[in-house]
C-alpha cells in the first residue's frame, strides 16, 4: 500500500540566551490603515486596522525567537472586541515571503489580561497565534460573537522565525527541514547541546538579536533582508451588540508546548492524546487545529464520540507563496460558523488526538525520513459560558486534566 492509499484509507476515532547580547529595542510601526464597514445582518460596525512590527533584519540561516515582553503589539484603543484576526510574513515591500525563504515557526499575540482556561495557564497564555499555515487560516468568529479586550491591555508578540535560504549540504530539503525543526547545531549558542537536540534551545530560543544560525554554505552569502508580522484586527466598539468569548488552547500529549515523534515504517502513525473533564457546560463556537510538517490530522471527541476534525494541506508548487511545495500551508477548522457551534455540559469529557506520519515514504514533503522533532498539535478553540454572562463576573473554569496519554 502507498503512503497516499494508507493515509486516505486512515479512519480517525477519534508547539540560556544564545548570547549574552542585549535585548533588541523594539518599537512599535506607525504604518498601518484602517476600514471601517457595517456587519452584514447584525447590529455593530466593525473595522480593520492593518499593523506592522518593527522591521526583522535576518541574514542567511539566522533565526530570530522575539520575546512577548520586548516586542509589544499596537492594538486599538480603549475597550472593543475582537470578532476576527490574522497575520503573516512580509518583506520590506510588504509582499508575502514564501515558508521555503522564511519559515514562520509561529509568532503569537499575548495580553497580559489573558488567561489560557484550558490547559492551566499553559502554553504560553496568548490570545491569537499561528504557524506555517497563517496566511490561509485567519481567525474569523462567528457573526454575533467576539473577544472583549478592557481598556488598558497590554499586548506584545512572540516572533519566531528561519531564513533557510543557502543552508549548507548536500540536499537542501534535509537542511531546511532540520533547521526547521530545531536540530542541534554547533551555531546556535551555548544553550543548544546535543542533549537539547529538538527543543527550542536549538531553535534561537530568547536570541532577540537573530545571531544564532542553521549551516550554511561556504562562500558569499545572501544580503541581509528585512521582515516584518503584519496583523490584521478587526473589531467593534459596539461590545453590548455581542456574546463574549474566551479563547483557549489544548494541545495533545499533556499541554505539551511541543514534542518529538519518530521514525516506524512498521507502525507509520505515531498518535497522542490529551483529555479533560468539564466543570460546567460551554457553547464552543470555534475550534481549530495547529500542526507541523508530518501531520495527519487533530480532532476532538466528546465523551468518545467524533465531534470534529482538522486536517492539513500540503503545497504542490515550489515557491508559490501559500502553497510551497511540501510545506504545510493550511489547516481545515474543525468548527466554524459554517458548521455551528456544538453544546457542551457539566462532566462531558473532551479528548484531543494528535496523528502524525512516521513513516520514511512521505510523498507529500520535499524530504521525508519519518522522524520529526519539535511538532505541535493544538486544538484553538473560543467558546462562551452563559453562567459567567448572566453573573457580570469573569471567573476561570479551572478544568482539571483527566488522562495524559
Not at 549540504?169 to 534535509?174: F, L
Not at 466528546?302 to 515557491?319: I, R
Not at 524530504?367 to 454572562?389: C, E, P, Q, R
Request: glycine fraction near 8%; charge should be negative.
Amino acid at each position: 500500500m502507498t503512503q497516499k492509499m494508507f493515509l486516505a484509507a486512515l479512519t480517525v476515532v477519534a508547539l540560556a540566551t544564545t548570547q549574552a547580547a542585549p535585548k533588541v529595542s523594539w518599537t512599535l510601526a506607525h504604518s498601518h490603515s484602517s476600514v471601517e464597514t457595517r456587519h452584514i445582518g447584525a447590529p455593530y460596525t466593525v473595522q480593520t486596522d492593518t499593523y506592522y512590527s518593527q522591521p526583522i533584519p535576518l541574514k542567511a540561516g539566522h533565526m530570530i525567537y522575539t520575546e512577548v515582553e520586548d516586542t509589544p503589539l499596537h492594538m486599538p484603543d480603549g475597550t472593543y472586541a475582537v470578532t476576527s484576526f490574522f497575520g503573516d510574513i512580509v518583506d520590506e515591500n510588504h509582499s508575502p515571503v514564501p515558508l521555503s525563504k522564511v519559515y514562520d515557526h509561529h509568532w503569537i499575540a499575548v495580553s497580559d489580561k489573558h488567561t489560557n482556561e484550558l490547559c492551566g495557564g499553559g502554553l504560553g497564555n496568548y490570545v491569537f497565534g499561528i504557524g506555517a499555515e497563517s496566511r490561509n487560516n485567519p481567525v474569523n468568529f462567528p457573526p454575533g460573537y467576539g473577544y472583549i479586550v478592557e481598556a488598558g491591555a497590554q499586548w506584545g508578540a512572540n516572533i519566531h522565525l528561519l531564513r533557510t535560504e543557502h543552508l549548507a549540504g548536500n540536499n537542501p530539503y534535509k537542511a531546511a527541514k532540520e533547521c526547521n525543526e530545531c536540530y542541534y547545531g554547533p551555531n546556535k549558542g551555548a544553550q543548544c547541546t546535543p542533549a537539547m537536540n529538538g527543543t527550542f534551545s536549538c531553535c534561537g530560543e530568547h536570541d532577540n538579536k537573530g545571531l544564532a544560525f542553521c549551516d550554511v554554505l561556504d562562500g558569499q552569502q545572501p544580503p541581509e533582508e528585512t521582515y516584518y508580522l503584519r496583523y490584521n484586527v478587526t473589531y467593534t466598539k459596539e461590545i453590548d451588540s455581542l456574546i463574549p468569548l474566551k479563547v483557549g488552547v489544548m494541545s495533545a500529549p499533556g499541554c505539551a508546548a511541543f514534542y518529538d515523534v519518530q521514525r516506524n515504517d512498521e507502525n507509520k502513525v505515531d498518535h497522542q492524546s490529551y483529555s479533560i473533564s468539564l466543570p460546567k457546560d460551554l457553547h464552543l463556537t470555534m475550534a481549530t487545529g495547529h500542526m507541523h510538517t508530518g501531520a495527519i490530522n487533530v480532532s476532538m471527541s466528546v465523551n468518545d464520540k467524533l465531534v470534529c476534525t482538522s486536517e492539513p494541506f500540503y503545497g504542490t508548487e515550489e515557491g508559490v507563496v501559500g502553497n510551497e511545495k511540501g510545506y504545510l500551508v493550511k489547516i481545515s477548522p474543525c468548527i466554524d460558523p459554517a458548521s455551528g457551534g456544538i453544546d457542551l455540559k457539566e462532566g462531558d469529557v473532551i479528548r484531543i488526538d494528535a496523528h502524525y506520519y512516521v513513516g520514511s515514504d512521505d510523498d507529500r514533503l520535499n524530504y521525508s525520513d519519518g522522524t520529526h522533532l519539535n511538532v505541535m498539535a493544538y486544538m484553538y478553540t473560543a467558546y462562551h459560558d452563559a453562567s459567567d454572562a448572566s453573573e457580570g463576573t469573569n471567573q476561570t473554569l479551572s478544568l482539571p486534566a483527566v488522562a495524559y496519554q
